[in-house]
Every structure is written in C-alpha cells, then in structure tokens.
C-alpha cells in the first residue's frame, strides 16, 4: 500500500475559542484552553498558553459492545468493569464537549481486531476479505467516533496479511508501525506517523506528531504470516531513528503510541535480540518525547513519568486498562517562546468505562452484526456427558484441559498416519487460558468451547527428544511458588511465581510426571514415564503445540528451533469445535487420566 492513499498526513484541526470545562479534564490544560498569557517569550512580550487532550485506548481485542459472547450476558468481572467502544464513545463525546472537539485527538495503542467472537466472526466465519465481505465493525465504530490514528498490535497480524489490510483499508485513520517494514528493502509497509495540526485561539499552528510502534514478537508469534515478508526492529532503535526525524519537519508535540508494556522484558527469551515491553526503555534512552501512550500489557498505569538521559526531561507514560475499560488522556501544555512552541507541561490520567452508558449511535451502527455473532455462538453442536470446568486447572490434572491435548493428539496422529513419523509417541500441550470456563453437562455450543480456548492459535507438531521434553516441563514448572512442605496449601497463593500468567503454564499429555513445589525452580520435575517406564534422553516424541509456543512464545525451550513435521491454519478452536460436531458427544472417560500431580518431598499435594 502506497502512503499517498491516504489523506492524514499533515491533516489539520482548526480550533475555535476557548470553551467551559469541567473536572474531565485536567486543570493546568483547561485553564490554558484560549487564554494568552505572559510566558518566557523575553521581558515585554505576551506569549500564549494553548491546552489541548490526547485521548487513548488499546488493546480493545474486539470489544464494541458490553457484552460477554462468552457467557451470553452483559459483561461483568470481579470490579464492575464495563468494556468495549460504544462506552469509549460516550467518554470521548464529554472530553469534546467540555474541551471543544478541535481541542482534542483519540489515538490508540493497538490490538483492536482480535479477541472476542465478533472480532473472530468478521475475519473467519462472515470474513471482510470475501467477496462484498462486510466492513469489520471495529472499523465501523472507531471510523463513527472519529479516532485520528492507531498503532498496529501483534494481534492484529493473527489473521493474516489479507485480512490486516483489508481492515486498514476501511479506516477513515491510518494504522502506524514505524518498526514493521519489508523484510527485503525494509521499507516502512505502514505509515510510520501522522502530524495533526491543531490551531490556538490566536491562530497559531500547533504541529502534533504521533509515531506509531508495534511489537518485535510478531516475527515469533505470527510467523507463519510475516516470515520472508515484513520484519520487525525494536522500538528503541526505530524511536530514535524517527523522532528526530519528525523534530525536523517542525513537530512542535511528539507523542508515541508503543504497543509495548514498559517493564523491560521479554516472555520469548534470547530469541530475538529487541526488547517486547521496552515502552519505558523508549522513553529513558530516546529524546524529544514527550508522552507516551502504552499498550501489549493489560495493565492500568493512569501516569508515570520517566526521566530520559539525555534531556532529563520527564516523559509521561500511561496506559489504560484493556477492552475499553479505561480511557487515557493526555492534558498537554505548550507556551509561546522565542518564535515558536514549547511544551510546557503534561500530565495524564484514566477514565472509567464504567461510568457512563454505552452510545446508542455506535450500538445501533452495529446492533445486526452484534445479532449474528450472538446467533452463532450459541449454535449447538453436540452433548457432553459431565461437567469439566478449568477452576483447578492451573493446579490439577483436570478433564478440561485433557480434552484440549486430547483432540490435539488425535489430529496429529491422523495427520502423520503413513509418514516417516508415525510410530513416534504423540503428546500434546495445553494450557489454562480462563480459570472460569467450563464445558456444561448436556448440551455443548460454540461459546462454550470459545471459552475453553479463546485466542486464534494454530496447531504445529515439533519432534523433541527425552532429554528436551525434561527441560520443556522443568520450564513449564517455573509456574509455582516454591512452597515449603509440611503446612497447609492455599491453591490460590502457589501459582503465577514471577508473574507468570496462566498461558505460559504448560501440561503435557502422553507422559506422566511429578512437580516438587518444595524444591527450586529447575530441579522440581521428577518421575517422568512414557509407558510406565523412565524416558531416556535419546527418546523421540512428536509434541502436538500450538503456534504461540512453537514459535517462541512464553520462550520454552527447543521447542521453537525443533523439526516442525507438521502444521494446518486451521484454529485449534475450531479443530476442536470440528471433533465435537463430528463425535456429537464429549464422554470425559474416553481422555480424562491423572497423568501429572505436584509434591512436596514426594508427597502429593492434593
């Protein structure tokens, strides 16, 4: 895609006077809206204040309306949060009201077309790459409540490139990613920034830059989508290539939308030499920023500031909380000074979703596709003959998660049936991706086993020898805290050590094995039997894994550099989803075995 498409660069936002504001916004910014006042501009002279709000979301995955496809229902959690851009609508409509609408800009930090069955629904099922295909509803809503530009998230490239510029296509803003480019010429492929004018009451030109920065992970975790056609360097080393660069076309404000949490780490390891959450690495090392709107974490950090090295300047960081629940904004104050603007200050803060009720404009923009969605995620497919629910999952050898490794299992072996492969023992991987889901007794529908396995990956098999697979599960056992032996165990306080999340947690089907929790990690996994017998270092086994994992996600040993033997593009939902419409009935005893348990010395823990 040529970048003289579209028209955003260099778009400008004429403001008016200033307007009445209320507490939404915060106060150095307001009072500064249309008021020219005394600044640092030389003895004598009158310089002008001018204030303006930087709104943002990320990580939206999906969410238009506050509703759970997963449970049917409006959404709800533990804290009352509400989700999803119709209540983002409503804050923004107050922020442009009380600021004046030409006061203000709405970005976003990325991951907005995956996540939820509607998100799924619009790139699989109905898909907007088809013939006449629809235009994807995030499109729609975020077109109709006016955003001025988002950054690209690894989740966005889940789908495949087709379906990623496709969406790009129908946004009335652009999609930035200064550090996705052409894996040959290692162009740019998206727009790297957009610079937004807005205008003081005085009629001056206030040039507002936003650089867009994805995720270096894509390269791992999509793969199969971007190897041999887009490449992704680190946010650090493509910052500092381009905020100066922006500095020079007269940048007066440089904002950054990074999805890339800001703790310094990386869940993929020493597979890539870039950094995955490096938004406050950004900030510290690369001058002439000024804010920072953060995504990738799934965190709430309302305001933090870092001193950055070279400048010591602070540079304001914030993120707001996943799905719409929060809504960023960046109160910005730039002076008249010597000829030009400078800024003076920013601050920032979040917003609750929760507040104030969804827009009827958006729900009504998007009420038939809501419908359709909702039809077919509660599509009965088949029956289950007991309850398996994933409450103690992370701790338990449990039905549920059987079941996934199970039907992974079955599809590798088919798959593999007359290869050189064949007589190699197959064993499978899963994980605990809710501790909430379950799949009810009777009858199964789609949502239900949405629920049990909600992210769009795929199924790989990868050869792994014995002393691998020990390695591989001694890593997985990272998971738990080391719990002394001899007094009581509170399952909610011995897992996610480090914070490790529920995903990066793996059991593995086709062996047996022991997990001492009363020893460090990396000597805990014990007892590990294929047949009854000890597995020798030289064995080969066949892991049925799933792409995030086979490509380095959660960064696992050998997995992501062992023999690939086999691979479809096919979900595993949906191979799930295919292996209970084929069966009509899931009958937990045909898979359910307690092949692993934690100790403590030896001695079970539950």
């Known amino acids: 895609m040529s970048f003289d498409r579209r028209k955003f660069l260099g778009s400008s936002v004429v403001t008016g006077a200033g307007v009445a504001l209320s507490g939404a916004v915060g106060a150095s910014a307001a009072e500064a809206v249309g008021v020219p006042q005394r600044s640092g501009g030389g003895v004598g002279h009158r310089g002008e204040r001018y204030g303006f709000t930087v709104m943002g979301t990320t990580d939206l995955h999906g ?49 907005t077309i995956q996540g939820t069955q509607l998100g ?35 989740h966005e490239f889940n789908y495949g490139l087709e379906v990623l510029r496709k969406f790009e296509d129908s946004c009335d803003f652009p999609l930035l ?7 040959k010429s290692l162009r740019p492929a998206f727009r790297p920034y957009v610079m937004k004018r807005l205008r003081s009451p005085r009629g001056r030109v206030v040039k507002v830059a936003v650089l867009g920065l994805t995720n270096p992970g894509i390269a791992l975790w999509d793969k199969a989508h971007v190897q041999g056609k887009l490449a992704f360097p680190g946010l650090v080393e493509q910052a500092a290539k381009w905020v100066p660069r922006l500095r020079s076309m007269g940048a007066d404000v440089v904002l950054v939308a990074a ?38 974490a799934h965190v ?15 540079v304001v960081l914030s993120e707001p909380l996943k799905w719409g629940q929060r809504l960023t904004l960046f109160d910005v104050v730039v002076e008249w000074r010597r000829g030009r603007w400078e800024v003076g200050s920013v601050g920032s803060r979040v917003v609750n979703a929760n507040a104030v009720a969804e827009d009827p404009r958006i729900t009504g923009l998007l009420r038939a596709e809501h419908r359709k969605v909702v039809a077919y995620v509660n599509r009965v497919i088949g029956r289950s003959k007991a309850e398996m629910t994933a409450a103690e999952a992370p701790v338990k050898d449990t039905p549920v998660l059987d079941f996934i490794s199970f039907v992974q ?32 007794e009777g009858e199964v529908t789609i949502r239900a086993l949405a629920a049990l396995y909600p992210f769009d990956n795929t199924l790989e098999a990868r050869v792994l020898t014995g002393a691998q697979l020990r390695d591989y599960l001694e890593f997985s056992a990272r998971y738990y805290v080391r719990t002394a032996a001899g007094g009581p165990v509170d399952p909610s306080r011995i897992t996610n050590a480090d914070g490790t999340p529920d995903y990066n947690y793996d059991a593995v089907r086709g062996v047996s094995y022991e997990i001492d929790i009363a020893k460090p990690a990396g000597q805990r996994v014990g007892k590990v039997l294929f047949g009854g017998e000890p597995v020798g270092d030289a064995a080969e086994f066949v892991l049925a894994v799933n792409n995030y994992r086979a490509n380095g996600g959660g960064g696992f040993p050998h997995v992501a550099r062992a023999r690939q033997v086999w691979s479809t593009s096919d979900e595993i939902r949906n191979l799930i989803i295919g292996w209970v419409q084929e069966m009509k009935e899931i009958d937990p005893s045909v898979f359910a075995s307690v092949e692993w348990r934690l100790t403590r010395d030896g001695v079970p823990v539950f």
């Open 63 to 111: 969410n238009v309306f506050n509703w759970d496809y997963a449970t049917d229902a409006e959404f709800d959690d533990a804290d009352h949060n509400d989700v999803g851009l119709a209540k983002i609508s409503t804050l923004v409509a107050d922020v442009r009201q009380q600021r004046g609408r030409r006061n203000t800009l709405l970005i976003d930090a990325g991951d």
């Open 120 to 154: 799924y629904y619009y790139a699989k099922v109905d898909p907007i790459t088809g013939p006449n295909g629809p235009v994807h509803p995030m499109a729609r809503a975020m077109n109709a409540i006016g955003y001025d530009a988002a950054a690209l998230g690894n």
């Open 177 to 183: 990613g200064a550090n996705a480019v052409d894996a």
């Open 259 to 296: 999805h890339s949490g800001m703790s310094g780490t990386s869940s993929y390891g020493d597979q890539l030499p870039y950094v995955e959450n490096a938004a406050a690495l950004v900030a510290e090392q690369v001058p002439g920023i000024d804010a920072i709107l953060v995504g990738h």
């Open 300 to 314: 709430e950090v309302p305001e933090r500031r870092v001193v950055n090295k070279e400048t010591g300047r602070e």
């Open 409 to 440: 299992a079955e599809v590798v072996r088919k798959a593999l049936a007359g290869s050189e492969f064949a007589s190699l023992p197959v064993l499978s991987q899963a994980s605990c991706f809710s501790r909430t889901a379950k799949v009810p």
